[in-house]
């Protein structure tokens, strides 16, 4: 029975994986970044319905994108701002 169960999962695990997967993650990256054409789009909508560990990779991708965002968003502008208006105070005028 547990040899069956091993043999079951070893399966299982040899589906899960990608075997183009860095190149499925540069597309994926690509699309997420929106500089894929149509074509590389086409490619990563069809492969992440089949593809366990590209989906999840996909949803990984786009949600430090999201978290990128709003840090920027939220964080930036002051900070960013005051570091600007330093180094114009820093430089000399011309
Ligand atoms: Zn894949």
Do not use: W
Not at 51 to 65: L, Q
């Amino acid at each position: 029975m547990s040899s069956f169960l091993s043999k079951f999962i070893k399966k299982f695990k040899k589906n899960a994986e990608c075997p183009e997967k860095e190149k499925c993650i540069e597309i994926l990256t690509l699309v997420i970044d929106g500089e894929a054409n149509s074509e590389q789009k086409v490619y990563v909508k069809n492969h992440i319905e089949d593809c366990m560990p590209c989906n999840e990779e996909y949803e990984v991708e786009k949600a430090i994108r999201v978290l990128l965002q709003e840090k920027c968003t939220h964080m930036a502008p002051n900070d960013l701002l005051e570091s600007i208006k330093t180094k114009i105070n820093q430089s000399p005028t011309i």
